[in-house]
């Protein structure tokens, strides 16, 4: 038998964790996190046989849901994360014939797109440097870099909802959603980051940026 959604609940306008943005110490350097039209965010589902007791099962993306988007801009030392304010629905499915319940399912179906500061600081760069990172990337003084096509690190708490289940989440780097440098000083600014696929900088799942 199938089953159907019976009622929905909603939650909106939920604080959800999206990113992180590294700047370097040197406040000539100025580091943008742009969340825009083209975001992907991916957010685990919440799933529960009896409506308490939820556990992860899946993900779903949040593609093209969201408004104009939003940016956060800093310079100087700033390492915090990045939040935006997703709304979530939660499911009631019971079974087509009969109506017994067949499980209740929490997930995100839209975002925002208000990307702002967070008020937690994530790790610092695990390498203590860029020069010491196993990708790295100059900025020559008036220089800038973006990051682009690549999926950042999943945030295991990315949100909350209904008070009943806490979900995780990444969001990656596209052509409008990205992470951007610009050095406006006389000295050679630095990108780096652990790698992924692709196997360089741009493929880092969390880009750090460091004087050295």
Known sequence: QGCFINHRDYQNNQITRIGE???????????SYYYETDADSN???????????????????????????????????????????MNYVKQKWVEQIGGQLCYYIIQPYS??????????????NPWGNCASAP???RINPGGSWDALNSKSV?????????????????????????ISYQDNGSSNTYVCGGGGSPGDVQGSPVIYNNPN
Do not use: C
């Not at 990307?115 to 790790?123: F, I, K, N, V």
């Open 111 to 124: 975002s925002n797109g208000d990307a702002y500061d967070g008020t937690l600081t994530p790790p610092s």
């Open 135 to 137: 990708y790295e990337a």
């Open 154 to 178: 999943t945030l295991m708490w990315a949100f909350s909802a209904f008070g009943l289940f806490q979900g995780s989440g990444s969001t990656g780097y596209q052509t409008t959603n990205r």
């Open 43 to 85: 957010m685990s589902i919440g799933e529960s046989g009896n409506g308490s007791n939820f556990t992860a099962g899946g993900s779903i993306g949040i593609d093209n849901s969201i408004g104009a988007g939003g940016s956060t801009v800093h310079t100087g030392g700033w390492v915090k994360y990045v939040d935006d304010t």
């Open 21 to 31: 943005l590294h700047v370097a110490s040197s406040g000539n350097i100025k580091g």
